[in-house]
């Protein structure tokens, strides 16, 4: 995310907000299964939809549903992501 900030306030192209996301977003469930191999261990059991309903009322959505956000905008002035993959990302992570 630095690398993205750096590179908006650096670049007489951009102009206007960027999206801060990676180009290849992931459901939840791609997240916990990527996280799980990173971690060497099993992905544990989904919480059901109607327990994040009432536990996160109105928000849930954001969970269940999500929101695919594209830096498209980024891409296209030329920011290269280091980690554009979530598997990539987490082994980084977690080396660290």
Known sequence: MALLIHFALT????VGALNGTAPQPVTNLEFTRALARALQRPAV????????QI????SSVLVLDGQKVLPKKAL????????????????????S
């Open 55 to 58: 536990l996160l009322g109105e």
């Open 76 to 95: 296209a002035r030329g920011f290269q992501f280091q980690y554009p993959e979530i598997d990539r990302a987490l082994a980084q992570i977690l080396a």
């Open 11 to 14: 670049q007489p192209a951009v």
């Open 45 to 52: 059991v989904p919480v059901p939809a109607f327990a994040l």
